[in-house]
C-alpha cells in the first residue's frame, strides 16, 4: 500500500488458546494483537467490527478457549504523522520487511507527549509503502521497545507481511533475544524466571509481578559475565509482557543497571537493555531468518568500564 493511499478492509482471525482462557476480549486482543493499541481495539469493538464466535461483542466479553474472533480493519484514515529525515540503522530490508537497529532515547510510534520525531515518523520518510493494518499513528509496526531501549526492531512494509508477523508475534514463533547490564551477581548462571505480570495496584505506569491476575510472563537468563557488582545476561522472552525484562529481573533482585522506574540510575543515562537479536519466518519466502544488532556505544563504553 502506497502511504499515500487508503487501505483496503483487512480480515484478521484468531483462534483463543487455552492460556488466554477466561480473559475479557479486549485485553486478549490487546495482548495477541501488540500492533493495536488497546483503545483502538476497543473502538474496533463498539464499531462492530470484531466478532466473537460470529456474533458482535462487547468489550468486557469473556473469551473461551477455542472461540474464534474475527476482527475487520477498516481503511487506513489519512496518516496522521509527518515524514521526518531522521537517520536510520538498517539490518535488512527488502519489499516486505525493514529490520532497524533502533537507538535508545527514539519513542517507536507517535503518542500522548510524543507527536513527533518518533521511529514512525522516520519511517514515512524513508519507506514508499508500509502495511496499514496498525492505523493512521502506527504504519507499519508490528511489536515495540521502550524509548530507552535499543536493539533490534522489525517493520512490515505491506499488509500481506504484516499480518503473517503479527500472527508468529502472537503464537510465541519469534525468537527474541536481549542483553541487560544488571545490579549484582545472581547466585545461578542461568535459570527461568516464571512470573505472571499485571498493572502495578498503585503507580499505573508501572508493571509488577502479580500471581493472582497477571498474565503468564516466561524468561529464560544466562549469565555471561560478572564482576564489580554487575552482571551482564543474556535473556530469552517466551512472552511479551509490557516491560517484562525490567519486571523479571527487578523481581529477581538484580534490576537492570539505569532503569530509573524500576530500580535506580546507578550511574547511567538510561536502562542498559538491548534487544540482541530477532529471528522470525520471512512471510514471504518462509525462510527462518535471525538478525543480530550490534550494541550501541554507551553500552560498549559502561560493559567495559565495569568489566575491565
Known amino acids: 500500500m502506497s502511504i499515500s493511499e487508503l487501505a483496503v478492509r483487512a480480515m484478521i482471525e484468531l483462534t483463543v488458546p487455552n492460556e488466554h482462557a477466561g480473559a475479557r476480549l479486549d485485553r486478549y486482543l490487546a495482548l495477541a494483537l ?9 473502538a474496533l469493538i463498539r464499531a462492530g467490527d470484531v466478532q466473537l464466535e460470529g456474533k458482535g461483542a462487547r468489550t468486557r466479553a469473556t473469551v473461551r478457549a477455542g472461540d474464534i474472533v474475527r476482527l475487520t480493519v477498516p481503511p487506513l484514515e489519512e496518516i496522521a504523522a509527518e515524514a521526518e529525515e531522521i537517520p536510520l540503522e538498517i539490518l535488512f530490508e527488502d519489499e516486505d520487511v525493514l529490520v532497524l537497529n533502533k537507538p535508545s532515547g527514539l519513542v517507536v510510534h507517535p503518542g500522548a507527549g510524543n507527536q513527533a520525531h518518533t521511529l514512525v515518523n522516520a519511517l514515512l520518510h524513508h519507506c514508499t509503502s508500509l502495511s ?13 521497545l521502550d524509548k530507552d531501549t535499543s536493539g ?11 499480518h503473517e508477523l503479527a500472527r508468529q508475534f502472537a503464537e510465541r514463533e519469534v525468537k527474541k533475544i536481549y542483553l541487560a547490564l544488571v545490579a549484582g551477581t545472581l547466585k545461578r548462571p542461568r ?19 502479580d ?3 497477571g498474565r503468564a510472563a516466561k524468561t529464560e537468563y544466562r549469565v555471561l559475565r560478572s564482576g564489580g557488582g554487575f552482571s551482564l545476561v543474556e535473556c530469552a522472552l517466551h512472552s511479551g509482557r509490557t516491560h517484562q ?16 522506574l524500576y530500580g535506580k540510575k546507578g550511574g547511567a543515562s538510561r536502562q542498559m537493555l538491548h534487544a540482541w537479536k530477532l529471528g522470525f519466518n520471512h512471510p514471504r519466502t518462509r525462510e527462518r531468518v535471525v538478525f543480530e ?16
Open 293 to 308: 544488532a550490534p550494541l550501541p556505544a554507551d553500552f560498549r563504553a559502561l560493559q567495559e568500564s565495569i568489566f575491565r
Open 245 to 260: 525484562l525490567r519486571v523479571h529481573l527487578h523481581h529477581l533482585g538484580h534490576p537492570i543497571i539505569g532503569d530509573s
Open 34 to 42: 501488540p500492533q493495536f493499541s488497546r483503545s483502538r481495539l476497543q
Open 191 to 209: 535459570g527461568t524466571i516464571d512470573a505472571p505480570i499485571g498493572r502495578h495496584p498503585v503507580q499505573r505506569k508501572k508493571m509488577a509481578v
Open 211 to 213: 500471581q493472582r491476575r
Open 152 to 162: 533490534c526492531l522489525v517493520v512490515a512494509k505491506n499488509d500481506s507481511a504484516h
Open 132 to 144: 496499514g493494518i496498525g492505523g493512521k499513528e502506527r504504519p507499519g509496526i508490528i511489536h515495540r
